[in-house]
């Protein structure tokens, strides 16, 4: 640690994923605080509405505000899960009045799903409290906010005391960690049917993984299978950057978002449909040359352009003002780079992303787009089974 004076932020987070302690602790405070701590930019602390609660049975508020009068932060990083007021695991509209107007403290806003409506009108209410909102996964969802000055998209910090390439057998051929989907277990079932061996763990309201557990199966994997969509919308979520931070390949759904940060086939590998990821997974399990320059393509990348020090440096020198410690900060999102796709998808996926970035064509594209998906007439008809969850003994 060094000597300098740090500034203190303090996170405001629930402390369990989905307020529940059986489904063990949110990723929120150990990766996004970790990062942070591991940047060696500021001293933080946490306070946990919901753990408040579970243990005082009551509302937290008046615990938070002695906490900031007593540690002084110098900013508040709060990661919403729902409206001011609206649930006993949220501060309230008084505290944040008194954190802003009387007490002085800068609050920043965290959202990891900015293309749900939920936290579009969550930020949108935080906006008279907020220096700005912080938004992850989708460039062109935080478009249609127009208003810069109060959204700032970046990409996902990870704590690379927890992703990391500590070099270990890569033994995994090809795994999925993350929520078994039905759109997603179709793909995965016909991986399998058709002799390509998948590893599949995780998913939230399923098995609850540590982030260190999560990195393992990363970090012992080949390839991690990834996918592109989010309420019918193109995003790129936290999993590419974790993946990629542990050394895999990433071969993920394709869509207009990740190549904003990734450049495909350079950093990673993007697939269509069914047939086109049963061949790009065979093909890149026994190349393994080609593969793994992929994989150190973009683990380069996530560690120099998209670390958790230039994330914080970017966020620390908005909040604060000035050149903070002078580290250069001048990440911005560029238009997709789609140069290495065929011309005609690489035209339908620049039209998308154009389509997308108003709200009247994103609305039109968001109608078409539920109604031609197989999720929405499952749903809708109950016409088809629950599909199997192989087993990873399979």
């Known amino acids: 640690m060094s000597s300098r004076v740090l500034p203190k932020v303090l996170f405001v987070c629930d402390k369990w ?54 540690w002084k932060p110098e900013v508040i990083c709060l990661i919403p899960s729902g409206i001011p007021d609206s649930k006993w695991n949220v501060l309230s509209w008084e505290t944040l009045k008194e954190t802003k107007n009387n007490l002085k403290i800068p609050i920043i806003a965290i959202f990891g799903d900015i293309e749900d409506p939920n936290d579009v009108k969550i930020s949108k209410a935080l906006l008279p409290y907020v220096t700005f909102n912080i938004a992850t996964a989708s460039a062109t969802a935080v478009g249609r906010m127009n208003n810069k000055e109060k959204y700032l998209y970046m990409w996902v910090p990870t704590n690379p005391q927890i992703y990391n390439d500590p070099k270990k057998p890569r033994n995994i051929s090809l795994s999925y960690i993350g929520t078994f989907k039905r759109h997603r277990l179709r793909k995965i079932n016909y991986l399998k049917n058709n002799n390509v061996s998948v590893f599949c763990a995780g998913g939230e309201s399923q098995e609850h ?48 978002e990740t190549p904003k940060m990734f450049i495909p086939f350079i950093d990673f590998v993007p697939y269509t449909n ?43 020198d908005r909040t604060l003002g000035g050149d903070f410690h002078k580290y250069q900060t001048n990440f911005s999102i560029k238009t997709a ?58």
């Open 209 to 256: 993984l540590t982030p260190e557990e999560y990195a393992d199966m990363y970090q012992r994997s080949k390839i991690t299978l990834s996918f592109s969509r989010a309420l019918y919308s193109h995003v790129i979520n936290a999993r590419p950057f974790e993946a990629i931070a542990c050394g895999t390949m990433l071969l993920e759904q394709e869509g207009f």
């Open 274 to 316: 069914n047939k086109d990821l049963l061949k790009k997974a065979q093909y890149y399990l026994i190349h393994d040359k080609e593969r793994e320059t992929i994989a150190r393509n973009g683990w380069n990348k996530v560690n120099t352009l998209y670390s958790a020090k230039n994330f914080w440096q970017k966020v620390l």
């Open 337 to 394: 780079d789609l140069s290495r796709l065929p011309k005609w998808r690489a035209w339908r996926l620049k039209f998308l992303d154009a389509l997308c970035s108003t709200n009247f064509g994103f609305s039109i594209y968001f109608q078409i787009a539920k109604r031609a998906n197989l999720e929405y007439w499952d749903y809708i008809s109950n016409k088809y089974p629950v599909l199997k969850i192989f087993s990873n003994k399979e």
């Open 17 to 70: 994923h989905g307020n529940n302690p059986k489904n063990g602790l949110s990723e929120w405070g150990k990766n996004l605080r970790g990062s942070l701590e591991e940047s060696d930019l500021a001293l933080t602390e946490v306070f946990h509405f919901d753990d408040y609660y579970f243990q005082n049975k009551e509302s937290g508020d008046k615990a938070f505000l002695e906490k900031v009068k007593e």
